[in-house]
C-alpha cells in the first residue's frame, strides 16, 4: 500500500491560522440590545434592535426602520432621550437603553391644567357638567 501524499500543515502554521481568527474575533465590534420607541395618538411602537456598542442614538433611530414607518419624524425638530430624559442625537448608547423619540407638544400641559382647574371650579358640588 502506498502512502497517498496527502498535505497536512505544521503546528506553527495552524497556530499562526488560529491567532488571526482570534484578532478578527477580538476586533469585532461587540454587539448590545437597545430600544426604539415612538408614539402617536392611535400608534404606539418599541422597537428592539441590536447595534454595535459605541452606538449613539441617531444610529440606533435609523437603523430601527422608524423613520421609514413615520415619515413625520425630523431628527431636527423631533427632540430625543433616554428613558425619558432628554438627549443629543450623538449620545452614546448602552446595552438595554430605550431610546425615545419625542412628538412636538400640540397644547402646553400648564395651560390646559389652568383651564381644567378653572372649568371645575365652574360647577358646584353634586352637579354634573352635562346639565
Given at each position: ?72 419624524i ?9 428613558f ?32 381644567r ?15
Amino acid at each position: 500500500m502506498e502512502a497517498s501524499a496527502v498535505s497536512h500543515p505544521d503546528r506553527a502554521e495552524m497556530k499562526g491560522e488560529m491567532e488571526n481568527k482570534e484578532a478578527e474575533v477580538n476586533t469585532a465590534p461587540k454587539k448590545m440590545v437597545v430600544e426604539v420607541a415612538y408614539a402617536e395618538p392611535e400608534t404606539q411602537v418599541v422597537i428592539p434592535l441590536t447595534v454595535d456598542e459605541g452606538a449613539t442614538l441617531e444610529q440606533a433611530i435609523r437603523q430601527s426602520g422608524v423613520l421609514e414607518t413615520f415619515p413625520d419624524i425630523d431628527l431636527a425638530v423631533n427632540k430625543v432621550g433616554v428613558f425619558g430624559k432628554l438627549g443629543k442625537l450623538n449620545q452614546v448608547l448602552r446595552e438595554r437603553d430605550r431610546v425615545e423619540i419625542y412628538r412636538k407638544l400640540i397644547a402646553d400641559p400648564k395651560a390646559v391644567r389652568k383651564q381644567r382647574a378653572a372649568e371645575g371650579k365652574k360647577m358646584r358640588k353634586g352637579e354634573s357638567s352635562d346639565q
